[in-house]
T-cell receptor, first 110, second 114 residues
Framework: QKEVEQNSGPLSVPEGAIASLNCTYS??????FFWYRQYSGKSPELIMS????GDKEDGRFTAQLNKASQYVSLLIRDSQPSDSATYLC??????????FGPGTSLSVIP | EPEVTQTPSHQVTQMGQEVILRCVPI?????FYWYRQILGQKVEFLVS????????KSEIFDDQFSVERPDGSNFTLKIRSTKLEDSAMYFC????????????FGSGTRLTVV
């Protein structure tokens, strides 16, 4: 069974701090990795994608991928209360299927 | 910003009834997906659809489920005989390229089976 694991949280950080979210996956053949943000009662919203080892930065967000360790992370710099949401790690397991982790709930405290 | 549209936003149905959930994907997207999320649980893959046929489906997607693209714009999920455990948010998603650039999700349909 191919799995994506995340700490469920909640992760609480003060406003302005760095939030660090982690994800591990079981399928060594996975090629594409994504981070989605989901506000309560809403649909997931894509915030980052990463395909090769290393870091990828987009504004306040940095995704990090280490395929050897089967590990993906998301850093959110200068966290804002509006970043409070559940963050979903998602991984391709085939050309036609992306599976999601259970999500990490992030709370940014003003 | 192009978006995926889902209707209805909320559907209540009696156990054993058939429901059809509708989605209008982004117009130039070619790959379509249905996911569901039971309250408090993770987003689960149901089915992927390309070139008018199912390309992959999960164990959840059994004989009571079917998908169709009836008219080149709509993408539907039919549940033939609903069960209480089918109560969930159902999300449609579409992509321009296959599992490469990330999905655009619709706003979802909340299905409540009573």
């Amino acid at each position: 069974q191919k799995e994506v694991e995340q700490n469920s949280g909640p992760l609480s950080v003060p406003e302005g701090a760095i939030a660090s979210l982690n994800c591990t996956y079981s399928d060594r053949g996975s090629q594409s990795f994504f981070w989605y943000r989901q506000y309560s009662g809403k649909s997931p919203e894509l915030i980052m994608s990463i395909y090769s080892n290393g870091d990828k930065e987009d504004g306040r967000f940095t995704a990090q991928l280490n395929k050897a360790s089967q590990y993906v992370s998301l850093l959110i710099r200068d966290s804002q209360p509006s970043d409070s949401a559940t963050y979903l790690c998602a991984v391709t397991t085939s050309y036609d299927k992306v599976i999601f982790g259970p999500g990490t709930s992030l709370s940014v405290i003003p | 910003e192009p978006e995926v549209t889902q209707t209805p936003s909320h559907q209540v149905t009696q156990m054993g009834q058939e429901v059809i959930l509708r989605c209008v994907p982004i117009s130039n997207h070619l790959y379509f997906y249905w996911y569901r999320q039971i309250l408090g649980q993770k987003v689960e893959f149901l089915v992927s659809f390309y070139n008018n046929e199912i390309s992959e489906k999960s164990e959840i997607f059994d004989d009571q489920f079917s998908v169709e693209r009836p008219d080149g714009s709509n993408f539907t999920l039919k549940i033939r005989s609903t069960k209480l455990e089918d109560s969930a948010m159902y999300f449609c998603a579409s992509e321009a390229m296959r599992a490469n650039y990330g999905y655009t999700f619709g706003s979802g349909t909340r299905l409540t089976v009573v």
